[in-house]
């Protein structure tokens, strides 16, 4: 009697099983990301209503001051030319950030000449340079791409330095006892196992690249989209104010969406490991 007791109940847990599972299904996150933004866009275009116009706006009003701007062509040639400098200055910072980490970290005399300027550059106040910058390279574009690649390079860097200091020392063995030469362990060995650490460097340096174009056109030439920042606040339009700072929030989210689709492409397996391609 018992083992047919045990026998319904093993059933029954059987077909509950799969609804069980289904109900702990998790929530996706596109969907919370969504309701996320309807909840804080609907808040502020409520709220934001009730504010004066001089000290803040909604999204409607921001909307229609995007509309009018995109129109009267103002915004396209504005996004364009911020958009120049920040694609060279942040296309340098990873060509030059990348090998610059991987021989850093690969190689200790390097590391030992070079590594303590790249941790001050990090952590300089690079802000400061930028009247010395206009001097040696002007108010037009080559100092504005200065600016940006100087902001940015150092995560990616960095990133890549510590990536190649977090491998495991087994695997440059094995290349080793294959007699590979330096060149081939870290383009085979040492370069894949770093992947995950770049594209991190690399989205982090995608905010301060995006900082540092507007730096640029505040301290230098007044352009861009930085431009129509500071002429529409001088003006006390805080709508339209808010246009390009949307615009350059939304580009760099966009950017941190691409670069991790790229990692999912390049490097799949980190996906695997962290369990990300379950949920």
């Given amino acids: 009697m018992t083992d047919v007791v045990d026998r319904q109940g093993e059933g029954a847990a059987n077909k509950a099983g ?3 599972a289904e109900r702990r299904r998790p929530v996706p996150a596109w969907i919370i990301t969504v309701a996320s933004l309807v909840t804080l866009i609907g808040a502020w275009e409520f709220f934001g209503r009730d504010v004066n116009p001089v000290f803040g706006s909604y999204p409607t009003a921001i909307l229609e001051a995007g509309i009018a701007l995109a129109r009267s062509g103002k915004l396209w040639s504005a996004l364009l030319e911020s958009l120049q400098p920040f694609a060279v200055g942040y296309a340098l910072a990873i060509v030059v950030g990348v090998p610059l980490g991987l021989v850093t970290g690969r190689f200790r005399t390097l590391e030992a000449a070079i590594g303590l300027y790249i941790t001050a550059g990090y952590a300089m106040p690079l802000v400061a340079l930028v009247p ?24 990616i860097c960095i990133n890549t330095w510590l990536g190649v200091n977090a491998v495991p020392k087994t695997l440059i063995e094995v290349g080793k006892s294959f007699v590979a030469p330096n060149a081939v362990i870290l383009r085979r060995i ?32 007044i352009s861009g989209l930085g431009a129509i920042i500071i002429t529409s606040a001088n003006n006390f339009d805080t709508a339209t104010t808010f246009v390009p700072i949307i615009i350059i929030m939304f580009m760099a989210v966009a950017l941190n969406v691409l670069i991790g689709a790229i990692e999912r492409r390049v ?4 996906a695997e490991i962290a369990g990300r391609d379950q949920q």
């Fill in 18 to 20: 799969p609804i069980d």
């Fill in 267 to 270: 490097a799949p397996w980190q």
């Fill in 132 to 155: 010395l910058l206009v001097l040696w390279l002007g108010l037009g574009f080559k100092v504005k791409v200065a600016i940006i690649f100087l902001l940015s390079v150092f995560p």
């Fill in 190 to 221: 040492i370069l894949p196992a770093t992947l995950p650490y770049i594209m991190a460097g690399i989205r982090l340096a995608v905010g301060r690249a995006v900082v540092a174009m507007v730096i640029a056109e505040f301290f230098t030439s």
